[in-house]
């Protein structure tokens, strides 16, 4: 009973541990600067209308203004007239902290561009994966030739090497080519995955050899048996490796931090987030932390969704 105390209070922890950034991030996206600032205001905030500094800064009357106010304005100088059209800005840039987070996250910065660059990046890297890593597996699975116990430690060796120490090959290749700000430079170099490779073979090895047996008989060539035989019955495998794959990808910020560096139209999500980086104003963290809800919200949904099926594609593929 003691020992399942224990158990339970670990569990318990770790969740805290885990959920405490996110339950942060969605807190300081309802907040206004000062109560993100002060550390005040519960989860939601209070919601109070605040000014929005930089509508005002942008929004400043100058002498023409001035002088168009003036018989909206009667007996007023100039003083008078440029402090009632400043409390007319002021009124007018006026909102609530979660609309004025959220509003700032898709107006300061084009999210929704970004986060189309990230479908498009994350979904053409997880296809040309698939492509590759499924007869790859397949000959690894279950084709008898000389050296298949080599390749697939070569495998497992390419599963150590970390991006950060090929990145620099990586990124004088494709400047050399001239793809550097392209689409071709977030998607080529990660086509080839070693773990989709491992993923599925670890997978295909439970596949009976009498299903494929039975489809050499039928006529079907190595190809046909791979899209058609294998492919169907590796659908809980394939959907754990698009969980690893999208995530992956869609979060990653070094990788198009370095080879997208002038051509904000490729921007993906992360690089989205740098939109909100201060310098010498600081920071607006309620926009960022906005910005970071809308990111990580359809990779949430995307899990919660196909949870069953990523347990059970791990558990199938010898994974625990």
Same mark, same amino acid.
């Given at each position: 009973?003691?020992?399942? !105390?224990?158990?339970?209070?670990?569990?318990?922890?770790?969740?805290?541990?885990?959920?405490?950034?996110?339950?942060?991030?969605?807190?300081?996206?309802?907040?206004?600067?000062?109560?993100?600032?002060?550390?005040?205001?519960?989860?939601?905030?209070?919601?109070?209308?605040?000014?929005? $500094?930089?509508?005002?800064?942008?929004?400043?009357?100058?002498?023409?203004?001035?002088?168009?106010? =003036?018989?909206?304005? $009667?007996?007023?100088?100039?003083?008078?007239?440029?402090?009632?059209?400043?409390?007319?800005?002021?009124?007018?840039?006026?909102?609530?902290?979660?609309?004025?987070?959220?509003?700032?996250?898709?107006?300061?910065?084009?999210?929704?561009?970004?986060?189309?660059?990230?479908?498009?990046?994350?979904?053409?890297?997880?296809?040309?994966?698939?492509?590759?890593?499924?007869?790859?597996?397949?000959?690894?699975?279950?084709?008898?030739?000389?050296?298949?116990?080599?390749?697939?430690?070569?495998?497992?060796?390419? *599963?150590?090497?970390?991006?950060?120490?090929?990145?620099?090959?990586?990124?004088?290749?494709?400047?050399?080519?001239?793809?550097?700000?392209?689409?071709?430079?977030? %998607?080529?170099?990660?086509?080839?995955?070693?773990?989709?490779?491992?993923?599925?073979?670890?997978?295909?090895?439970?596949?009976?050899?009498?299903?494929?047996?039975?489809? =050499?008989?039928?006529?079907?060539?190595?190809?046909?048996?791979?899209?058609?035989?294998?492919?169907?019955?590796?659908?809980?495998?394939?959907?754990?490796?698009?969980?690893?794959?999208?995530?992956?990808?869609?979060?990653?910020?070094? !990788?198009?931090?370095?080879?997208?560096?002038?051509?904000?139209?490729?921007?993906?999500?992360?690089?989205?987030?740098?939109?909100?980086?201060?310098?010498?104003?600081?920071?607006?963290?309620? $926009?960022?932390?906005?910005?970071?809800? %809308?990111?990580?919200?359809?990779?949430?949904?995307?899990? *919660?969704?196909?949870? =069953?099926?990523?347990?059970?594609?791990?558990? *199938?593929?010898?994974?625990?």
């Amino acid at each position: 009973m003691t020992r399942d !105390w224990w158990k339970h209070m670990v569990l318990i922890l770790g969740t805290i541990i885990v959920l405490a950034p996110f339950y942060m991030m969605v807190s300081y996206s309802f907040k206004s600067p000062g109560e993100i600032d002060r550390g005040e205001g519960g989860f939601f905030g209070r919601q109070e209308m605040m000014i929005d $500094p930089r509508c005002v800064a942008l929004r400043q009357p100058d002498r023409a203004d001035i002088e168009a106010a =003036r018989t909206r304005f $009667p007996g007023q100088d100039d003083g008078g007239v440029q402090a009632a059209l400043l409390a007319e800005t002021e009124s007018d840039c006026s909102m609530r902290p979660v609309v004025f987070n959220y509003s700032k996250a898709f107006i300061e910065a084009p999210l929704v561009r970004y986060l189309l660059n990230g479908v498009i990046v994350t979904v053409s890297i997880f296809l040309i994966q698939i492509v590759v890593a499924l007869p790859a597996a397949y000959a690894l699975a279950k084709l008898k030739f000389w050296g298949r116990d080599a390749v697939f430690g070569l495998v497992l060796f390419c *599963l150590l090497i970390p991006v950060h120490a090929i990145a620099l090959p990586l990124y004088i290749g494709l400047a050399k080519l001239g793809l550097t700000n392209t689409y071709a430079a977030l %998607v080529v170099p990660w086509t080839i995955s070693v773990f989709g490779i491992f993923l599925m073979r670890q997978f295909f090895m439970t596949v009976p050899d009498d299903l494929i047996d039975a489809a =050499r008989m039928d006529g079907m060539t190595e190809f046909a048996i791979v899209w058609r035989v294998m492919l169907p019955t590796a659908i809980p495998a394939l959907l754990a490796f698009a969980i690893f794959s999208v995530v992956a990808h869609w979060n990653d910020y070094f !990788w198009p931090r370095i080879v997208v560096t002038g051509n904000r139209d490729l921007f993906t999500p992360p690089l989205g987030l740098r939109e909100f980086k201060g310098d010498g104003d600081g920071s607006f963290f309620g $926009p960022m932390m906005a910005t970071a809800t %809308v990111i990580v919200t359809p990779l949430i949904v995307a899990f *919660l969704l196909a949870q =069953r099926r990523f347990i059970e594609g791990i558990t *199938l593929s010898g994974m625990k």
